[in-house]
C-alpha cells in the first residue's frame, strides 16, 4: 500500500518551455502532497505543499509565477515549470501525506522527476 | 544550528557489519520519526516510522528514539551491498511538514 507514482521520470526540453509534471497516489487519496526539490548530495527542499481543491502553499523563495501547482482531485498534483531555464535543472520529488490517525504524519515519495533544461 | 543534525558520511562498513546510523535534534515539538532509504537517482523509501520514545523492530532493521535526549538510531544488521544508499532521518511535530536531516551516505562493501 501507498504508493505514489510520478511521472515522468526524465525530462529534457528547451529552455524557454513549460514542463509538467505528474503525482498520483495509486491506493489511497491523499488530501495533501508535497512537492520537493533536491540538489546533488543534497538533502530535500520543500517547495510547497498542495492541498486538494486550495491554492498551494509556497515556501519562502520559491516563484509561485514558476512553478504552478495544482490539485484537482484526491488522486493527482502536477507541478508545472513555466519557462524553464537552465537553473531549474533539478530533481523535483513529490509526496503524498498518508491517510489515516498515525500514517497521517508519514510521507509516501514518488521516485523523482530529472528536469534537464537545455 | 539547525534543527536535525545527521553526519554526512560517507560511511563505508564491510558486508556482514552492524551499521548505526543517527540523528540529534534539537525541538522537543517533534514527536513523529521516519528513516528514509534515497538510492541514488531515485524517491526516498520509507524504511521505519516510530511515534514518540522506543524501539521498532523490522526484519534487519531498528529503529531507536530517545526524546529525552533528542536523539534517534536506525540500526541495519548483517549489511549487504544492496544497503548501499543515502539514509535520511525526518522528524515531525505533527503539523504535516517533515524537517530531514542532510542524509548519511552509506557504502556496504562486498
Known amino acids: 500500500g501507498a504508493v505514489v507514482s510520478q511521472h515522468p521520470s526524465w525530462v529534457i526540453c528547451k529552455s524557454g518551455t513549460s514542463v509538467k509534471i505528474e503525482c498520483r497516489s495509486l491506493d489511497f487519496q491523499a488530501t495533501t502532497m508535497f512537492w520537493y526539490r533536491q540538489f546533488p548530495k543534497q538533502s530535500l527542499m520543500l517547495m510547497a505543499t498542495?492541498?486538494?481543491?486550495?491554492?498551494?502553499?509556497?515556501e519562502q523563495g520559491v516563484e509561485k509565477d514558476k512553478f504552478l501547482i495544482n490539485h484537482a482531485s484526491l488522486t493527482l498534483s502536477t507541478l508545472t515549470v513555466t519557462s524553464a531555464h537552465p537553473e531549474d535543472s533539478s530533481f523535483y520529488i513529490c509526496?503524498?501525506?498518508?491517510?489515516?490517525?498515525?500514517?497521517?504524519?508519514?510521507?509516501?515519495f514518488g521516485a523523482g522527476t530529472r528536469l534537464s533544461v537545455l | 544550528q539547525k534543527e536535525v543534525e545527521q553526519d554526512p558520511g560517507p560511511l563505508s562498513v564491510p558486508e556482514g557489519a552492524i551499521v548505526s546510523l543517527n540523528c540529534t535534534y534539537s525541538n522537543s515539538a517533534f514527536q513523529y520519526f521516519m528513516w528514509y532509504r534515497q538510492y541514488s537517482r531515485k524517491g526516498p523509501e520509507l524504511l521505519m516510522y516510530t511515534y514518540s520514545s522506543g524501539n521498532k523492530e523490522d526484519g534487519r532493521f531498528t529503529a531507536q528514539v530517545d526524546k529525552s535526549s533528542k536523539y534517534i538510531s536506525l540500526f541495519i544488521r548483517d549489511s549487504q551491498p544492496s544497503d548501499s544508499a543515502t539514509y535520511l532521518c525526518a522528524m515531525s511535530g505533527g503539523n504535516e511538514k517533515l524537517t530531514f536531516g542532510t542524509g548519511t551516505r552509506l557504502t556496504i562493501i562486498p
Open positions: 509526496s503524498a501525506r498518508g491517510a489515516g490517525a498515525l500514517s497521517k504524519n508519514i510521507q509516501y
Open positions: 498542495s492541498n486538494e481543491g486550495s491554492k498551494a502553499t509556497y
